[in-house]
C-alpha cells in the first residue's frame, strides 16, 4: 500500500506560479511511475503529467508543456509539479497518483495508476 498526501496549492493571480509535492508514507516511489491529474468542477480528471521511476522520462499534457515540470525526489520519497504562468483554466483539484510499474501501461490515463491521494485545490484568478 502506498498513502499519497498532496499539499501546496492555493489561490495565485493569473501569471503567478505554485510547487505542488506529494509525499509518500508506505513504500518507496522508486518501484513506482508517479503522475498529476487534475479535475475542475463538472468535469473529468484529466491527465497532466507522468515522471518515471527514474526521473528520465517526463511527458505533459499540450494543455501545460512548457508552463509546468514534474520531478521527483526518491531519497525524500516526493513528487513535485511546479506551476508557472498559471492561467484561469488552470484551475481545479489536483491530484496526485503512484502506478505500479508494468510494460502495458502508458500512463496517461486514470486506470494506469493504482493510488491516488485526496487532492489539493489550486484556484487561478484573472
Given at each position: 500500500q502506498v498513502q499519497l498526501v498532496e499539499s501546496g496549492g492555493g489561490l495565485v493571480q493569473a501569471g503567478g506560479s505554485l510547487r505542488l509535492s506529494c509525499a509518500a508514507s508506505g513504500r518507496f516511489l522508486t518501484s513506482y511511475q508517479?503522475?498529476?491529474?487534475?479535475?475542475?468542477?463538472?468535469?473529468?480528471?484529466?491527465?497532466?503529467?507522468?515522471?518515471?521511476?527514474?526521473?528520465?522520462?517526463?511527458p505533459y499534457a499540450d494543455s501545460v508543456k512548457g508552463r509546468f515540470t514534474i520531478s521527483r525526489d526518491n531519497a525524500k520519497n516526493t513528487v513535485y509539479l511546479q506551476m508557472n504562468s498559471l492561467k484561469p483554466e488552470d484551475t481545479a483539484v489536483y491530484y496526485c497518483a503512484a502506478g505500479t510499474l508494468r510494460a502495458s501501461r502508458g500512463y496517461y490515463y486514470r486506470g494506469d495508476y493504482d493510488y491516488w491521494g485526496q487532492g489539493t485545490q489550486v484556484t487561478v484568478s484573472s
Open positions: 508517479m503522475g498529476w491529474f487534475r479535475q475542475a468542477p463538472g468535469k473529468e480528471r484529466n491527465f497532466v503529467a507522468t515522471i518515471s521511476y527514474s526521473g528520465g522520462s517526463t
